[in-house]
């Protein structure tokens, strides 16, 4: 397992410096009787929008509005944000380069920032072994189908919760042992599905990791707590922390919460399993935002202890 150097460095980009206001109007209005068209669009700095972290595959970033803003977009697509002015925007593990996040404002204006999204070097290991792939049977693809209806179900949920304002925390501490964003990679060129998650495990000959409870890493509202458990992802739990960011927990043995249940930053949702497709037992915590895989580490930081 190699982790990429500056992994765990957050770079603040003006998270300490006042932020400037936004630049005024552009253009002289137009003398009345000639059409208005919209002012051209204004390129500003990373302080207009007060990013924090910086733009990289799987991170997510927090930042203020500038004041006046109407609508607020990542790649023409808008962003919700807070009364306050906070909002937050992520990079899926592979998010092309470019990104450009632009505030319209009341008066018209356009405010761009073009982002840079810095690509990671992800835990890819080469197996000279072929990919036993297997044809699924029309009854497991039946179930798959119902299964993943309900986990995009509570993906298109739309909780009201703070929590991705907070400081996540670990859902459970131990041994990571699959990084987010590694692949396997087989012979004849046959690529595995990139790791969407982190995987905590306990290392062997330490206490028993099945069986302990998995909490929150934030506040959220439940919107899957599964009846039985799926065929991949076992017993699973998603929680809604609110402005489209998300956290599952796989493979539990047990679940303690129900779907609609409104949770805090640290309060248990069930036991730690293998249920699902699971070798053996470990916590799977996976993050998106906006259906944007995100890096749970980059949220969590070092693991404690
Ligand atoms: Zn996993």
């Known amino acids: 397992m190699k982790t990429a150097a500056g992994l765990f460095v957050l770079i603040a980009v003006g998270g300490c410096i006042p932020r400037p206001e936004a630049p005024g109007p552009a253009t002289t209005p137009p003398p009345i009787g000639q059409p208005v068209s919209p002012p051209p669009p204004q390129t500003v700095d990373a302080r207009i929008f007060g990013l924090n972290g910086s733009p990289q595959q799987g991170a997510l970033?927090?930042?203020?509005?500038?004041?006046?803003?109407?609508?607020?977009?990542?790649?023409?697509?808008?962003?919700?944000?807070?009364?306050?002015?906070?909002?937050?925007?992520?990079?899926?593990?592979?998010?092309?380069?470019?990104?450009?996040?632009?505030?319209?404002?009341?008066?018209?204006?356009?405010?761009?920032?073009?982002?840079?999204?810095?690509?990671r070097q992800w835990d890819v290991s080469s197996l000279p072994t072929l990919y036993k792939g297997t044809t699924p049977s029309a009854a497991y693809q039946r179930l798959r189908a119902a299964e993943s209806a309900q986990i995009a179900a509570a993906y298109a949920s739309q909780a009201d919760s703070d929590g991705w304002r907070q400081s996540f925390r670990w859902p459970a501490t131990g041994r990571i042992s699959t990084l987010f964003g590694s692949q396997?990679?087989?012979?004849?060129?046959?690529?595995?599905?990139?790791?969407?998650?982190?995987?905590?495990?306990?290392?062997?000959?330490?206490?028993?990791?099945?069986?302990?409870?998995?909490?929150?890493?934030?506040?959220?509202?439940?919107?899957?707590?599964?009846?039985?458990?799926?065929?991949?992802?076992?017993n699973l739990v998603i929680i809604d922390h609110g402005f489209g960011l998300f956290s599952a927990l796989m493979h539990l043995q047990r679940i303690d919460v129900r779907t609609g249940e409104r949770l805090q930053r640290g309060q248990a949702i069930g036991l730690i399993g293998m249920t699902g497709r699971a070798?053996?037992?470990?916590?799977?915590?996976?993050?998106?935002?906006?259906?944007?895989?995100?890096?749970?580490?980059?949220l969590a930081g070092p693991m404690p202890g």
């Open 61 to 119: 970033l927090t930042g203020t509005v500038p004041t006046g803003t109407a609508l607020l977009l990542l790649d023409s697509k808008p962003v919700r944000f807070a009364a306050d002015g906070r909002f937050i925007i992520g990079f899926g593990r592979d998010a092309t380069a470019v990104s450009v996040l632009e505030a319209r404002m009341q008066d018209g204006r356009l405010l761009r920032l073009p982002l840079t999204v810095m690509p």
């Open 279 to 298: 070798t053996g037992p470990h916590l799977h915590w996976g993050m998106t935002w906006n259906g944007a895989r995100i890096d749970p580490m980059r």
């Open 184 to 234: 396997r990679l087989y012979a004849r060129g046959v690529a595995g599905a990139p790791h969407g998650g982190v995987d905590i495990a306990r290392p062997t000959g330490g206490a028993a990791l099945e069986g302990t409870p998995a909490v929150a890493p934030a506040d959220g509202v439940v919107v899957l707590a599964t009846d039985h458990p799926f065929s991949l992802e076992g």
